[in-house]
Nanobody, 128 residues
Framework: QVQLVESGGGLVQAGGSLRLSCAVS????????MGWFRQASGKEREFVAS????????YYADSVKGRFTISRDNAKDTVYLQMNSLKPEDTAVYYC?????????????????????WGQGTQVTVSS
């Protein structure tokens, strides 16, 4: 059974930082591209960041470039999202996803709901 379990969400003031983690089990982690997506209340889910199986390629939404960093540890089957300089508009439920294609493909609209495996999400709330 494939499981993706996010952790690290919470309440933080604007300008603060959080580090999300996503622990993966039940699949060959090193063969999957990984991504982070988010969905704010009343809004559509959107792409945040993705990383190739090797960690060598990374893609970011324009809204988070320079503030968020995606990384992975294939020895621990875990993907991370370091979020700095948080803004109230970053408030959302953050989901990690695994996909058999590529990190670049995960950044395209068809993968926003169509990635192969999903976690249950973790809430991030940024207060002003």
């Amino acid at each position: 059974q494939v499981q993706l379990v996010e952790s690290g969400g919470g309440l933080v003031q604007a300008g603060g930082s959080l580090r999300l983690s996503c622990a993966v089990s039940g699949l060959s982690f090193g063969l999957f591209a990984m991504g982070w997506f988010r969905q704010a209340s009343g809004k559509e889910r959107e792409f945040v960041a993705s990383i190739s199986w090797s960690g060598g390629l990374k893609y970011y939404a324009d809204s988070v470039k320079g503030r968020f960093t995606i990384s992975r540890d294939n020895a621990k089957d875990t993907v991370y999202l370091q979020m700095n300089s948080l803004k109230p508009e970053d408030t959302a439920v953050y989901y990690c996803a695994a996909d058999r294609t590529t990190a670049q493909a995960m950044s395209t609209p068809r993968k926003i709901y169509g990635s192969d495996y999903w976690g249950q999400g973790t809430q991030v709330t940024v207060s002003s």
